[in-house]
């Protein structure tokens, strides 16, 4: 069964610059999620999509950061425009369902580095 | 603020020792489940225990949950050099994922 994938692995921007990655959970897996890792944190959740509606997005900073997931599969995350501290590790995670009863599985990040 | 706290922040322990990690958390929960993150990796879960449900074990590993504390433990029996990695707990409820900030174990050869 392959895993959750993501890309781009490693980022660099200028501060003010617009950044996006993206993330193809594994197949049949109706919920979605996209974490922060700052160095030394736990994840810390900025967006849940079951299939392709949102249903938290409480911690996501929307005048800046973005995302979507069209029909239900992959999904896409934007920064517009970047700060240093968004320097982190971006995760995305997949599960069966919705409700946190099943295990999430983690892609291995995307590592951006805001300059 | 991060609903579950990790206690230790940092351990270090000979290989073939047993490691205990701490979780505690402030409001009721649906369940809670380990993570473990390898330095640059992504996170693999590796055990979700019940609100309902008092210990459980897997393989090497042994959580305990007790709801009135409001605190999980991880045990790693005889532990490994490839044990060598953040641990975190997370706490669900309603639905919503929360996760801790790590004890980091290092396991010395």
């Known amino acids: 069964e392959a895993g959750v994938a993501q890309s781009p692995r490693y980022k660099i921007i200028e501060k003010r610059q617009s950044v996006a990655f993206w993330c193809n959970p594994i197949?049949?897996?109706?919920?979605l999620y996209w974490y922060q890792q700052i160095l030394g944190q736990g994840p810390k959740l900025l967006i849940q999509?079951?299939?392709?509606?949102?249903?938290?997005d409480s911690q996501l900073p929307k005048d800046r950061f973005s995302a979507e997931r069209l029909k239900g599969v992959d999904s896409t995350l934007k920064i517009q425009p970047a700060k240093l501290e968004d320097s982190a590790v971006y995760l995305c995670?997949?599960?069966?369902?919705?409700?946190?009863?099943?295990?999430?599985?983690f892609g291995p990040g995307t590592r951006l580095t805001v300059l | 603020s991060q609903q579950g706290e990790e206690d230790p922040q940092a351990l270090s322990i000979q290989e073939g020792e047993n490691a205990t990690m701490n979780c505690s958390y402030k409001?009721?929960?649906?369940?809670l489940q380990w993570y473990r993150q390898n330095s640059g990796r992504g996170l693999v879960h590796l055990i979700l225990?019940?609100?309902?449900?008092r210990e459980k074990h897997s393989g090497r590993l042994r959580v305990t949950l007790d709801t009135s504390k409001k605190s999980s433990s991880l045990l790693i029996t005889a532990s490994r050099a490839a044990d060598t990695a953040s641990y975190f707990c997370?706490?669900?409820?309603?639905?919503?994922?929360?996760f801790g900030d790590g004890t980091t174990l290092t396991v010395k050869p």
């Open positions: 997370a706490t669900v409820d309603a639905g919503k994922s929360t």
């Open positions: 225990i019940r609100s309902n449900e």
């Open positions: 999509f079951q299939n392709n509606g949102v249903v938290d």
């Open positions: 409001t009721s929960i649906n369940n």
């Open positions: 197949s049949g897996h109706a919920t």
């Open positions: 995670a997949s599960s069966l369902s919705r409700g946190g009863f099943n295990e999430q599985f």
